[in-house]
C-alpha cells in the first residue's frame, strides 16, 4: 500500500492527503473493537452502510432529538440542519439518522460520567448521553450528506481520526434547544 505524500499548506506545515485521513478514521474508529471483531465491521460498512460500534472506550455519543435542532433553526430542510450542527460544534462529528430523525454528537468518552447531572435533566427533553455498554450505528466514513433518506450519514463529517466535538458546545446547544422549545424554562 503506498501512502500519499503530503501537501504543503503554508510554509513548514504539512496537511496529510485527503486519503491518508480517511484510512487513518477508518482505523481509529475500528480500533473500539477487538481485532477479530473489525472484519465484520468492515463487512457490515460494505454491505449495509452501517457498522455498530461500542461507545465508552474511545469516545461516546450525546443522542439530540431534531425537533430540538430544528426548534433552534426554525427549519426541517436536512441541508441547513447540517450547516447549524457544523456550526454550533465547532465542526465536531455529527451522525444523523432521519429514519428517527435524531443527531449523534460525538464526545470524549467520558462525557456521560462527568455530564451525568445534566443528562438526568436533558432526559425529559429526549437527549441522552450514551457511553459504556451503549453501541451506536456509525456510517461508513463516506457517507455524508442528507442524499440518503433511510441510512444514517455524517451530518457533520470526522475530519480526522479522534476528532470530537467539546462537551460544552454540545451543551450549550442542548440548552438553547430547551430554551426555544419551552422559552420560559430555566437551566
Given at each position: 500500500?503506498?501512502?500519499?505524500p503530503h501537501v504543503e499548506h503554508?510554509?513548514?506545515v504539512l496537511v496529510p492527503q485527503a486519503a491518508d485521513r480517511h484510512?487513518?478514521?477508518?482505523?481509529?474508529?475500528?480500533?473500539?473493537?477487538?481485532?477479530p471483531s473489525r472484519d465484520r465491521a468492515r463487512l457490515e460498512w460494505q454491505e449495509h452502510k452501517v457498522a455498530m460500534l461500542?461507545?465508552?472506550t474511545l469516545f461516546s455519543a450525546a443522542r439530540i432529538p431534531g425537533?430540538?435542532?430544528?426548534?433552534?433553526?426554525?427549519?426541517?430542510?436536512?441541508?441547513?440542519l447540517d450547516a447549524f450542527m457544523d456550526q454550533a460544534l465547532g465542526g465536531g462529528p455529527v451522525i444523523c439518522d432521519p429514519r428517527h430523525f435524531r443527531y449523534y454528537a460525538l464526545?470524549?468518552?467520558?462525557?456521560?460520567k462527568a455530564w451525568q447531572r445534566a443528562a438526568d435533566a436533558w432526559r425529559a427533553m429526549g437527549v441522552e448521553l450514551l457511553g459504556l455498554g451503549s453501541y451506536l450505528g456509525v456510517p461508513q466514513v463516506d457517507?455524508?450528506?442528507?442524499?440518503?433518506a433511510c441510512a444514517s450519514y455524517w451530518s457533520v463529517p470526522m475530519g480526522s481520526a479522534a476528532t470530537l466535538c467539546a462537551p460544552l458546545a454540545v451543551a450549550r446547544l442542548i440548552v438553547a434547544g430547551r430554551r426555544s422549545t419551552d422559552p420560559g424554562e430555566g437551566v
Open positions: 500500500m503506498s501512502v500519499l503554508e510554509p513548514g484510512s487513518a478514521t477508518v482505523l481509529w474508529l475500528l480500533s473500539t473493537l477487538p481485532a461500542p461507545l465508552g425537533q430540538l435542532v430544528a426548534a433552534l433553526t426554525g427549519c426541517t430542510e436536512t441541508a441547513e464526545v470524549p468518552a467520558d462525557m456521560p457517507a455524508v450528506g442528507g442524499a440518503r
